[in-house]
């Protein structure tokens, strides 16, 4: 009788802390299988700033990756990079686009404008025109930093609400997009080149990413090879796009150093491809500058 009421006892506390672990979970923003409400917002760079859209008017029923963002900072916007410039890889088949959240327009304007090589990627970035905690019908919650949603056909596919946001989650954001549109999951070293800013302010000495979408894709296939056979490969391929054009040599040549410094140095250490960046450093790396 005792060992049955003990037995009881566990199963109601394994309920109790299931029930717990359901109710402590975070939700921000419209749910799988919910359908996209209007998402307004004033763009903010390129040719099109000042512009106020619909979002989900753009997407147009597309595969459709969204990170709305609640308060600046250098994970949050390190983790959007990668997302984005993923997405921009993908950009026949994927709409992507970012809304900030905030009660100033005018403030934040300046604030992300002032920030473009933390923010500024190819995919609309624009200012929620629904004040600092978005629109209504979105019901998003002001303690998450990230709200990232997974749409096809106007209808939400994953949700994930990031509260301390970290390149680590590109992985499992990544996955369900690569299931929806095709590719593969980024390694952690292609992660780290997807989290490389494409802009910086002018006059500024750290490096950037290329902006070149071909010769990304051929880095991040590099940077993916399996083995020297595949890096030898893969190595050839990149450097027959780059062959003579001064502009490809030196963004490869500075895409080599910064794979070897610093953090770069950590996730290109054992990789088939390594020997190569250092050989591309000593051929095309401009001189030194700062990275970011």
Request: net charge positive; glycine share 8%; proline share 5%.
């Amino acid at each position: 009788m005792v060992a049955l009421r003990f037995v009881a006892v566990l199963v109601v506390l394994d309920c109790t802390i299931a029930i717990g672990q359901e109710n402590s979970r975070l939700f921000s923003g419209p749910q799988p299988g919910e359908e996209l409400p209007a998402l307004k917002a004033i763009l903010v760079y390129g040719k099109q700033a000042g512009e106020k859209v619909d979002l989900i008017e753009r997407a147009a029923g597309r595969p459709t990756l969204i990170v709305i963002v609640n308060g600046s900072n250098r994970p949050a916007a390190r983790l959007t990079r990668i997302l984005m410039n993923f997405a921009e890889m993908h950009q026949e088949t994927l709409f992507a686009t970012v809304v900030y959240l905030d009660k100033d327009v005018s403030a934040a304007t300046q604030r992300l404008q002032r920030a473009v090589s933390w923010w500024k990627v190819a995919a609309p970035v624009g200012i929620s025109l629904d004040g600092g905690e978005g629109p209504g019908s979105y019901g998003l919650n002001r303690n998450v930093n990230l709200t990232v949603l997974l749409a096809n056909e106007g209808r939400v596919t994953n949700n994930f609400a990031l509260v301390q946001p970290s390149e680590t989650d590109a992985a499992k954001i990544l996955t369900p997009v690569v299931e929806l549109v095709g590719g593969r999951v980024p390694s952690k070293a292609e992660v780290f080149f997807l989290s490389t800013p494409t802009a910086k302010p002018e006059n500024a000495r750290w490096h950037t990413a290329p902006k070149d979408i071909k010769m990304r894709k051929l880095i991040c296939a590099a940077l993916a090879s399996k083995d020297n056979q595949a890096a030898r490969v893969n190595a050839a391929e990149l450097e027959k796009y780059v062959g003579e054009n001064k502009d490809r040599q030196i963004a490869l040549g500075t895409l080599a150093s910064l794979f070897l410094e610093r953090r770069g140095r950590v996730v290109l250490d054992g990789l088939p491809i390594g020997l190569q960046f250092r050989d591309w450093r000593r051929k095309y790396a401009p001189p030194e500058t700062e990275s970011r």
